[in-house]
């Protein structure tokens, strides 16, 4: 058996100190020292194989984290690890508590190719720290060789609907391929379009007309959010895309990251695939003659195999059937909770699939440090980031 574990870890905003990221947004030294402290150990506590980032301007400081993880991992295992000549050294809960160095990982940074590097008007890009290294070079998908047009659908006596453009994604889509045992794996971080109302500026005016709150206006506000949700739905297809590329090629498949999104949403199920039906055998053919025209049985097993064969499964749902919990949440905002961070992952990882390589183990949500950020006075709002952190433990056979 292999294990090996994966994490998804939203660092929320990592620049160094006396650095304009977001307008009038900057950390102090004490401010960037306290955060960057927090940090290390949040990703030692990880301590995990495979860790996509999300919200990560410059790579410098985030090595600087990682070299102080490794620091104070070091000095755990001294700690904690007992000396080979003792007795008791084969126990098993000492190999629980030993930390595993990255000093030999390999970290592939995607810089955010809308971040002009002017003060105030930073933009985020992506990271993936792996123990395990990388099997072939990383790609980063963000510029589209092809725009995504998405034409609607005529109705009534329309006869031109419109479409929508997509030339480049908001945030960067990091894809790296990793060796795990025998096996490598396809893992896709990602950081898909916020909630955040998009806004139009005029031109020669200051500032968006929405922004203005004096002169709310709701209906500009509305039309905001519906553009930022059509480009979320916009970069899901992208990377829908870029996995069904993958799982035709017969290759593992994980993707992990903020997907600014529930499990639930729209945006999440391009992403993870269609759920097959139990039956299709009682649903009228695309093509049926009379209302008894339906699929064979032969034909339902057939569209029920290549639903499936490419749908990705939920790492958060898997463990809650499997628990005796009930909800899982990774933020907190104005009294609601919900799912953001996910890590799905494709049949391969399915123990139920009988061509299924290995499964999920556990899945950890490290949340306690969440506080609902409507509350100005919590301590944490700043510096610490306000996702969870999110970590599969997975097992590979043979």
Not at 64 to 89: C, F, L, M, W
Not at 100 to 123: C, W
Not at 224 to 229: C, E, I, K, Y
Request: charged share 25%; net charge negative.
């Amino acid at each position: 058996m292999t294990r090996f574990t994966i994490a998804s870890f939203n660092v929320k905003n990592l620049i160094g100190p006396e650095r304009e990221f977001y307008r009038f947004q900057s950390y102090t030294p004490e401010e960037y020292a306290w955060k960057a402290d927090w940090l290390a150990d949040q990703l030692l506590t990880l301590n995990a194989d495979i860790v996509g980032f999300q919200e990560i301007f410059d790579e410098a400081p985030l090595r600087q984290v990682i070299a102080e993880t490794d620091r104070r991992g070091a000095e755990a295992n001294a700690a904690s690890i007992p000396d080979p000549s003792k007795r008791y050294h084969r126990k098993a809960v000492f190999q629980k508590l030993a930390y595993g160095s990255y000093a030999e990982a390999e970290l592939a940074f995607a810089p955010n190719l809308n971040d002009t590097g002017d003060p105030g008007e930073r933009r985020p890009g992506l990271a993936v720290l792996s123990r395990l290294g990388f099997a072939d070079d990383p790609e980063v998908i963000q510029d589209l060789d092809q725009p995504l047009d998405i034409p609607m659908a005529c109705l009534g006596e329309e006869e031109d609907a419109g479409f929508y453009t997509l030339r480049r994604l908001s945030r960067p889509i990091l894809k790296v391929r990793v060796p795990v045992g025998d096996q490598v794996i396809t893992v896709f971080n990602c950081h898909l379009k916020s909630k955040l109302g998009e806004y139009i500026k005029p031109q020669g005016a200051p500032y968006p007309p929405e922004t203005v709150l004096t002169a709310y206006d709701a209906a500009g506000r509305a039309m905001g959010s519906l553009r930022a949700a059509l480009r979320r739905m916009g970069e899901a297809w992208v990377l829908r895309r870029a996995v069904l590329d993958e799982l035709e090629q017969g290759r593992p498949v994980m993707v992990l990251g903020d997907f600014n999104d529930g499990e639930p949403a729209v945006s999440s199920e391009i992403i993870a695939g269609e759920m097959p039906f139990t039956n299709y055998a009682w649903m009228l053919r695309h093509d049926a003659r009379h209302p008894g025209d339906c699929y064979s049985a032969e034909e339902d097993k057939q569209i029920r195999e290549d639903v499936d064969r490419v749908r990705l499964r939920s790492a958060e749902k898997m463990f809650l059937k499997r628990s005796l919990r009930d909800v899982v949440y990774t933020t907190a905002f104005g009294g609601v909770h919900e799912s953001a961070d996910q890590i799905y992952m494709s049949r391969h990882f399915d123990r139920s699939w009988p061509g299924s390589i290995g499964e999920m183990q556990y899945y950890s949500v490290f949340n306690d440090h969440l506080t609902d950020g409507s509350h100005p006075e919590a301590p944490y709002n700043k510096p610490a980031s306000d996702h969870a952190q999110i970590m599969a433990h997975m097992e590979l056979r043979g």
